[in-house]
Structures are given as structure tokens and as C-alpha cells.
């Protein structure tokens, strides 16, 4: 088990005594973001685009029955944000560009974390738990090739759930990333490898993300 997963798992065990879940149960956004050289180009943007998320998320509606995460993939995946309620999720004060790109290890991790944090939900609180994921990426996966098989079948499970799971691409075609994440093709986004479509893609996350922690987000299967 991933030092990432553990520390989610710690976090929002933790964390959950801070919910105040409604009606409609609680939620868990997790943001996940590539940060492999090729985005070095971007500069501090993605740091600052995160850091406007974060911000909006904060003042959103459901903002105190939701859990927030980030998760930053290179090489390794690094949890850089574990899960805390969204109003008071703390801003990025960093953010490096270099290495590989462990798409699908991060994704694994997502995955992991969103499932666990439904049964635990479940456990503890009786409640529904709305999970979204939104996965920003420029390019193919370097690193963690061997998750492919495991990271479709989780996809698949957390869909029959009713998790919401986009994939962004900048500057590659979102609807084959979606596809091969096996995450939902009708919420793939495609965006320019700039630092408008960067800023723009953030714009997409949050749309997915407010849906989620409103309860609006599309029907359960």
C-alpha cells in the first residue's frame, strides 16, 4: 500500500470529526495534477492555477461537508495536499516541474483513496459519499504502465458508484485519456498545453467539483 493511500487514510479518518454532512451525505474532491518536466514550461502557473481552485472551493456550497485533496504525479506521486475539510484547505506554497510521469500510479492512488473513503463514510456516519476525481495531464504515462489492467478495474467499480472521474488533457486528446484511464468519456476536457488552458482546465475541475459537493453531479447508475 502506497505511502499516499495511508496518509489519505489517516487524514480523513482524522478529518471527518470536522463534517458537518447534510441531507444529500458528504463528498471528496481530489485533484490530481502532473507535475513531469514536460510542464515545466508552465512555469508557477499551475501552483497559482491550484491555488485560484482552492480559493473558489473554499466560499463554494458544500464547502463543509466535503473533503479536499491534491495529488501531484511525476515519478513518484506525492500527496501534497492530503484530505481536509475544502474551507480550509490550505494554498500550494510549491511546485517543481521535473522527471516522469506516473499517470496511472497516481490514478491507482485516487482511486483507492475515493473507494476507502465511501466505505468508511458508509461506517462511521451511515451517510452517502459523493467522490469526484479530476486527473490533469499533458502527456503519456512513463512510469506505471503495470497499474493499466488495475487502474480500468477500479475505474469501472467507482463508476458503478456513481464517482465522477474526468481526465484533462492539455495539448492531447482528453476523450483517448478518459478512455484509458477508464474514466468517464462525457467529462473528458481537452485544453491547450498553455497557461490558459492550464487556468481553464482548473475552470473544468471545478465545474466537476461543485456539481459533486452540491449533490448535483449526474445520476447514479
Known sequence: MSNSIVLARKT???QSANLLPSS?????????????GSMDQH????????????????IAPGAEQTLFALIT???D??????????????LLMSYTAQGNTALYQAAYNA?????????????????????????????????SRNKVGEV??????????GFALQAIGLGIDAQKLALDLGFEPGLAHD??????????SMDSSIGTFIGTMTGQERPRR
Do not use: H, W
Open 73 to 75: 504525479f511525476a515519478g
Open 111 to 143: 482511486l483507492m483513496i475515493g473507494l476507502e473513503f465511501r466505505g468508511f463514510a458508509q461506517t462511521r456516519f451511515s451517510a452517502d459519499a459523493r467522490i469526484a476525481i479530476s486527473l490533469i495531464s499533458d502527456g503519456a504515462d512513463t512510469a
Open 43 to 58: 512555469g508557477d502557473t499551475p501552483r497559482l492555477a491550484v491555488n485560484e481552485l482552492i480559493e473558489t472551493l473554499r
Open 12 to 14: 480523513f479518518q482524522v
Open 152 to 161: 480500468r478495474k477500479l475505474s469501472e467499480t467507482a463508476r458503478g458508484y
Open 191 to 200: 485544453a491547450p498545453a498553455t497557461s490558459d488552458g492550464l487556468r481553464g
Open 24 to 36: 444529500n451525505g458528504m463528498a471528496m474532491c481530489l485533484l490530481l495534477l502532473d507535475r513531469s
Open 77 to 90: 506521486v506525492t500527496l501534497d495536499t492530503p484530505p481536509v475539510r475544502a474551507d480550509q484547505a490550505q
